[in-house]
């Protein structure tokens, strides 16, 4: 499974942003899909995860509200919409996918990982 994740760039306090995340390769496997986000110097930190049926999500306390994932069945991408962004919000976003834990918080718990993509939140 390859994963690649795209959307990240400059963004003022309080604009939205979606990220996408596209899923290639063997993925009639996948059980869950996430995303994480790194700082610099921090252990990458989990965002928010969905199962692949999308029957169930689960997000960080520090993002529920404002963060959305999703995900398009027929193109297999999946999605984080963010909205009222925060300087707090600055840091590369990484998806990643797993093909038994499901809807999952840890790190360890994901055994596909795509490349970030850098989210600067920036006035």
């Known amino acids: 499974v390859q994963l690649q994740a795209s959307g990240g760039g400059l963004v003022q306090p309080g604009d939205s942003l979606t990220l996408s995340c596209s899923a290639s390769?063997?993925?009639?496997?996948?059980?869950?899909m996430a995303w994480f986000r790194e700082v610099p110097g921090k252990e990458r930190e989990f965002v928010a995860a969905?199962?692949?049926?999308?029957?169930?999500?689960y997000y960080a306390d520090s993002v529920r509200g404002r963060f959305v994932i999703s995900r398009d069945e027929s193109t297999k991408m999946t999605y984080l919409q963010i909205r009222k962004l925060e300087a707090d919000d600055t840091a590369v976003y990484y998806c990643?996918?797993?093909?038994?834990?499901?809807?999952?918080?840890?790190?360890?718990?994901?055994?596909?990982w795509g490349k970030g993509t850098l989210v600067t939140v920036s006035s």
């Open positions: 969905r199962s692949w049926s999308g029957l169930s999500q």
């Open positions: 990643a996918a797993n093909t038994g834990a499901g809807v999952n918080w840890y790190r360890t718990a994901y055994e596909y």
């Open positions: 390769g063997r993925t009639t496997g996948l059980a869950g």
